[in-house]
């Protein structure tokens, strides 16, 4: 069983960067289909992006371009660049893993949550 611990939160202006890390324990990341979700107040969680564990990447629309997600299997860590964020970008951020299979951006298909990371994003 994997353990999840997301960092790098915090308060960024909008058009600058930011990098989420999501460190693992107890299990090799890379055996996993690993993602990134956020939840904004009053909103439900949203996919972001993911990247399965033969590498293949996939964001949500609204961060393409912006944001990379990326693994780095000697660290056994998750990543989440956050290049140009806008307001709309604020919310709590979330890594996940999951090892049975699935739709790679629904909520379901992830068993191990992180607690999340709250990033905010000032106009």
């Known amino acids: 069983q994997v353990q999840l611990v997301e960092s790098g939160g915090g308060l960024v202006q909008a058009g600058g960067s930011l990098r989420l890390s999501c460190v693992a324990s107890?299990?090799?990341?890379?055996?996993?289909?690993t993602a990134w979700f956020r939840q904004a107040p009053g909103k439900e969680r949203e996919f972001v992006a993911t990247i399965t564990w033969g590498s293949v990447t996939t964001l949500a629309n609204s961060v393409e371009g912006r944001f990379t997600i990326s693994r780095d299997d000697g660290k056994n860590t998750l990543y989440l660049q956050m290049n140009s964020p806008k307001p709309e970008d604020t919310a709590v951020y979330s890594c996940?893993?999951?090892?049975?299979?699935?739709?790679?951006?629904?909520?379901?298909?992830?068993?191990?949550w992180g607690q999340g990371t709250q990033v905010t994003v000032s106009s």
């Open positions: 996940a893993a999951g090892d049975k299979g699935g739709v790679v951006t629904e909520t379901g298909t992830y068993d191990y």
């Open positions: 107890g299990d090799t990341l890379g055996r996993y289909n």
